[in-house]
């Protein structure tokens, strides 16, 4: 598996992009030091969210990760997407 912080450079470079939910709910996010804030959540998802999900990949859906983060549909659906897990997963 390759290190968070390269997949955390791919989530980085891909900010104001859109993505979209395992439901198909479109979004976009923006970083904030150690957080994404997505246009659809009023709460921050934390980097140590993140990497507490990416610890896990891959993942079936978002509901595999429930109780472990929150945002559980966006992060999914973050680390789930082609940009960002690329072929590593």
Do not use: C
Not at 19 to 43: G, H, M, P
């Amino acid at each position: 598996m390759i290190p968070f912080s390269e997949v955390w450079e791919r989530i980085a470079e891909n900010a104001g992009k859109v993505f979209y939910t395992k439901k198909r709910l479109k979004f976009t996010y923006s970083l904030n030091e150690d957080a994404l804030i997505t246009d659809q959540t009023e709460y921050p998802l934390t980097r140590r969210e993140v990497m507490a999900a990416f610890r896990h990949v891959p993942l079936k859906g978002p509901g595999e990760l429930t109780g472990l983060v929150h945002g559980k549909d966006y992060i999914w659906a973050i680390l789930h997407d082609k940009r960002i897990r690329q072929q590593d997963w």
